[in-house]
């Protein structure tokens, strides 16, 4: 296993390192002269869906383990959230993550990952572009590495070849063949999965997964989200299901299957989801359709591939999956007091 050295949480001007702290990233006070706060950012995108990750100027979120971090983010901070994930810096589209020092010094690296309306236990493709930032920053070689999440450990390795493989938290089939009604639609039927954050699978309906039709699959994914919460179809009880995930057939050769990922504010994920992948393959194992070591190829609607398999000890499903993030912009966001959309906003 692989460490980086501390160094790798501050990617800033000596000025920045030397008074910022390693665990919040708060910028010196010289740094928010004039009403201006500055935040920098590493954006990047893993098969189309894009990162932006907050390598300093964060919120002061304290020690702790993640989740508790997160918990402050979200009471205190969640003004922050909004402004490097939404309008006008951001879209719905983006995924934020705050970098963090790791509680567990045997990881790398800790983040939390949130999006448009909330956050997200883990995020694969995110993770991914975490490990791919890390490198173009020089901070990481490839090797494998741990990383802290608000969910727990992930392990990442970053390969030669520049992709990077994330082994998630397990992931497990929580409910097989759930009925729900959905106004205009009639029965629909799917699993409820974990894989990081709650899925409601479907591979049964009538919709063409085409990028063509994203907005028809929003609707329909929106619908059966809200039906679901509405019929008190659940994960664990209180823990809303907030991603649903449609499949059909991939015309990629060598391609198992190709999804529409609608995320929980109502963007839909460029990407083939990593967390959401894991969830499939969690399905697909307690169906007896995949084992251990299997590749499963999973195609996104913008035609990005993840390859995944699982391992299984104790009965206990451990995904992993592989794909490549690039980076895309290198910057510093400004926040400025009199700007009465600092904070972004929401339609
Ligand atoms: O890749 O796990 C993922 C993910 C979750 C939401 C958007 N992407």
């Given at each position: 296993m692989n460490?980086?050295?501390?160094?790798?949480?501050?990617a800033?001007?000596?000025?920045?390192?030397d008074?910022?702290p390693?665990?919040?990233?708060?910028?010196p006070?010289?740094f928010?002269?004039d009403?201006?706060t500055?935040?920098?950012v590493?954006?990047s995108?893993?098969?189309?869906?894009?990162?932006?990750?907050?390598?300093?100027?964060g919120p002061?979120?304290?020690?702790?383990d993640?989740?508790?971090?997160?918990?402050?983010?979200?009471?205190?901070?969640?003004?922050?959230?909004?402004?490097?994930?939404?309008?006008?810096r951001?879209?719905?589209?983006?995924v934020?993550?705050?970098l963090?020092?790791?509680?567990?010094?045997?990881c790398a690296a800790?983040?939390?990952?949130?999006?448009?309306v909330?956050?997200l236990?883990?995020c694969?493709?995110?993770?991914i572009?975490?490990?791919?930032?890390?490198?173009?920053l020089?901070?990481?070689e490839?090797g494998?590495y741990?990383v802290?999440t608000?969910?727990?450990k992930?392990r990442?390795r970053?390969?030669?070849?520049g992709?990077?493989?994330?082994?998630?938290?397990?992931s497990?089939?929580?409910?097989?063949g759930?009925h729900?009604?959905?106004?205009g639609?009639?029965?629909?039927?799917?699993?409820?999965?974990?894989?990081?954050n709650?899925f409601?699978l479907?591979?049964?309906?009538s919709?063409e997964?085409s990028?063509?039709n994203?907005?028809k699959?929003?609707?329909?994914?929106?619908r059966?989200?809200?039906?679901?919460?509405?019929?008190?179809?659940?994960?664990?009880p209180?823990e809303?299901i907030?991603h649903?995930?449609?499949?059909?057939?991939s015309?990629?050769?060598?391609?198992?299957s190709k999804n529409f990922?609608l995320?929980?504010?109502?963007?839909?994920?460029?990407?083939p989801?990593?967390?959401?992948?894991?969830?499939?393959?969690?399905?697909?194992?307690?169906?007896?359709?995949?084992?251990?070591?299997?590749?499963?190829?999973?195609?996104s609607?913008?035609g990005?591939?993840?390859e995944?398999?699982?391992?299984?000890?104790d009965g206990?499903?451990h995904?992993?999956i592989?794909?490549?993030?690039?980076?895309?912009?290198?910057?510093?966001?400004?926040l400025?007091?009199?700007?009465?959309f600092?904070?972004g906003?929401?339609?």
């Open positions: 460490t980086i050295s501390k160094s790798v949480y501050i800033m001007p000596r000025a920045l390192t008074a910022a390693l665990s919040d990233f708060v910028l006070e010289e928010m002269r009403h201006i500055r935040v920098r590493i954006d995108h893993t098969g189309g869906e894009p990162t932006r990750l907050v390598i300093a100027g002061p979120l304290g020690g702790g993640l989740s508790s971090r997160l918990e402050r983010f979200r009471n205190e901070f969640d003004w922050f959230r909004s402004a490097i994930v939404n309008e006008p951001g879209s719905d589209a983006v934020g993550g705050l963090c020092e790791p509680q567990d010094q045997s800790g983040v939390i990952f949130f999006n448009n909330g956050y236990g883990m694969g493709h995110g993770t572009g975490l490990v791919a930032t890390l490198a173009y020089g901070r990481l490839p494998e741990s802290e608000p969910v727990g992930v990442a970053l390969h030669e070849s992709e990077v493989t994330v082994e998630n938290v397990p497990y089939r929580a409910l097989a759930i729900v009604e959905v106004p639609y009639g029965d629909v039927a799917g699993d409820v999965a974990w894989g990081g709650w409601f479907v591979g049964e309906h919709m997964i990028l063509q994203a907005e699959l929003t609707e329909f994914a929106w059966i989200r809200q039906e679901l919460a509405r019929a008190g179809v659940t994960g664990p209180g809303e907030d649903i995930e449609l499949f059909a057939p015309r990629l050769p060598g391609v198992n990922v995320c929980p504010g109502k963007s839909y994920d460029r990407s989801c990593g967390t959401g992948t894991c969830a499939k393959m969690a399905c697909l194992h307690a169906g007896g359709k995949l084992q251990e070591g299997e590749i499963w190829r999973q195609e609607i913008v990005s591939v993840f995944g398999s699982i391992q299984v000890r206990v499903v995904p992993s592989k794909g490549s993030a690039y980076i895309t912009a290198e910057s510093e966001l400004i400025d007091e009199r700007d009465p600092r904070c906003f929401t339609k």
